[in-house]
């Protein structure tokens, strides 16, 4: 017999907490904040120039509506509890965190597939120019 933890469509803690933590940071920042963090998830490493490039280059949705991401975004993500620095301007999501914000990028309407497409595209085209 299956216990109803090991269920599929049981949750596990990690996933609670990481849900927990990002509908915090939602409530604390308001959505142009948790959309920005969004698009904070795709690169496994983050820095501060990273997301100002982000933040510069990913201000409408799909449908071109503005997102309307204040800069200060950068520096809330950072400094709040879906971040973590692990060097000198150098901070990682948690896994859990990390994966359960990039579903929320697949699920929403105003981004989806395309959205990682482009993220992508532009994190591939920021490792390439920065090799020179």
Not at 103 to 127: M, V
Request: charged share 20%; hydrophobic share 45%; glycine share 4%.
């Amino acid at each position: 017999m299956i216990s109803p933890s090991a269920s599929p469509t049981a949750v596990s803690p990690r996933l609670r907490a990481a849900r927990r933590r990002v509908a915090a940071f939602r409530q604390k920042f308001g959505d142009s904040h948790l959309y920005f963090s969004y698009h904070a998830a795709f690169p496994l490493a983050l820095t501060p120039e990273l997301l100002y490039k982000l933040w510069a280059n990913f201000q409408t949705d799909q449908a071109g509506l503005a997102l309307d991401i204040p800069w200060i975004a950068v520096a809330d993500l950072l400094l709040s509890g879906l971040c973590r620095e692990v060097g000198h301007e150098l901070y990682e999501m948690d896994t859990t965190v990390r994966r359960e914000l990039l579903n929320q990028l697949q699920k929403e309407q105003r981004f989806g597939s395309p959205r990682i497409q482009q993220l992508a595209e532009f994190i591939l085209a920021d490792i390439r120019s920065a090799n020179g």
